[in-house]
């Protein structure tokens, strides 16, 4: 190969990496302004709460919840646990 094509072959290739990278930078920043405006959006008309109350936070804890499992759920964990453990035994050695 001559040094012309050469040349013209490392043009070509910074010509395509330039195209990408403005691309991709000009891609990122509409992004970033879109989110910053829908962000902005959001903060001045945070909405109307639901008129169901579903609008309140979830518990991520459940200390002192009566949501707790009866006494038929509690004897079928507590038995697949036992077939477990009987089905792999652990191996410590004390």
């Known amino acids: ?4 094509a050469i040349s013209s072959l490392l043009l070509e290739a910074a010509t395509l ?3 990408g990278m403005i691309f991709v930078f000009t891609f990122l920043a509409l992004l970033i302004a879109a989110i910053n405006l829908i ?3 959001c ?3 945070p909405g109307k709460p639901s008129p169901d109350g579903h609008s ?3 518990k991520l804890s ?10 038929t759920t509690l004897a079928a964990i507590s038995a697949a646990v ?4 009987k089905q792999h035994p652990l191996n410590v050695k004390e």
Request: charged share 25%; hydrophobic share 25%; no cysteine.
């Open 1 to 4: 190969m001559n040094s012309e």
């Open 82 to 85: 036992h077939q477990y453990r």
């Open 17 to 19: 990496l330039g195209m």
């Open 62 to 71: 459940h200390s002192g919840s009566t949501d707790q499992p009866d006494g």
């Open 43 to 45: 903060r001045k008309f």
């Open 56 to 58: 309140k936070p979830l």
């Open 39 to 41: 962000a902005a959006f």
